[in-house]
């Protein structure tokens, strides 16, 4: 009794920095130390993917979330059964580096949707951010954030388009949070929804989800204390 191994998956001769389960627990996305983002199959017990590293400078990933399509939440015009069926793994594997690159590929392929750089010329340290239905949280301990993006595929009128038209980046530094959204964040815009600094040094945030409509944003500082929003 109690808790048995039932795989084992030895894949890179690099440390695992992020994991997060989606899908339901289906899918399970790795992090890797060199950049690498690996995504397993935890039903079959096999890896869909295996991708190159997400940054020219192969930067450890330090944040991993993803988000998969849902056809009562992302204003989807109505389809056939079997097409939503064979959409029901389709979304986006949302992965922030320590060198500020802030990447998107396909949950199903791991081919690069989109990528913007140089969020930061700060090194930068996160925890593993948690995506809820109104955005995604990325904890990044950097000062400031100018975009460069560089887009790979279109997104335009499709579940990815959908995907980023519902989805928040909570960045959240050192010395402030700041709130923007994925499609301005996409095309280079430095407009925020809300911006706080902080009268302390943070080391540490993550989203807590209370109930449908409340979350609730933990803040660790420097000094020890901790603090809730």
């Known amino acids: 009794d109690g808790p048995h191994c039932k795989a084992v998956f030895s894949l890179q001769n690099s440390s695992v920095c ?7 627990g289906v899918k399970l996305a ?10 397993l199959d935890t039903t079959t017990s096999s890896v869909l993917f295996l991708t190159s590293s997400e940054s020219d400078t192969s930067s450890a990933v330090v944040s991993l979330n993803a988000k998969f399509s849902d056809t009562s939440c992302l204003n989807i015009p109505q389809e056939p059964v079997s097409d939503i069926s064979d959409n029901s793994g389709k979304g986006l594997v949302f992965i922030m580096t320590r060198d500020a690159h802030l990447v998107a590929i396909d949950s199903e392929t791991g081919n690069m949707v989109y990528a913007t750089s140089e969020l930061s010329a700060e090194k930068l340290q996160s925890h593993s951010p948690q995506k809820n239905d109104s955005g995604m949280q990325a904890n990044i301990q950097s000062e400031n954030t100018q975009d460069n993006v560089e887009t790979t595929t279109t997104i335009d009128n499709s579940y990815f388009a959908q995907i980023v038209l519902n989805s928040l980046v909570l960045l959240c530094s050192e010395s402030e949070l700041s ?12 407009k925020y929804t809300r911006k706080v600094d902080l ?7 993550n989203i807590f989800k209370k109930d449908d409509k409340e979350r609730v944003l933990v803040v660790l500082y420097q000094t020890g204390d901790i603090e809730l929003r």
């Open 199 to 205: 009268v302390k040094r943070c080391c540490w945030t």
């Open 30 to 39: 790795v992090g890797y130390e060199h950049g690498q983002v690996a995504m």
């Open 179 to 190: 709130l923007q959204s994925l499609s301005s964040m996409i095309e280079g815009s430095n």
């Open 18 to 24: 992020g994991l997060q389960f989606a899908n339901h």
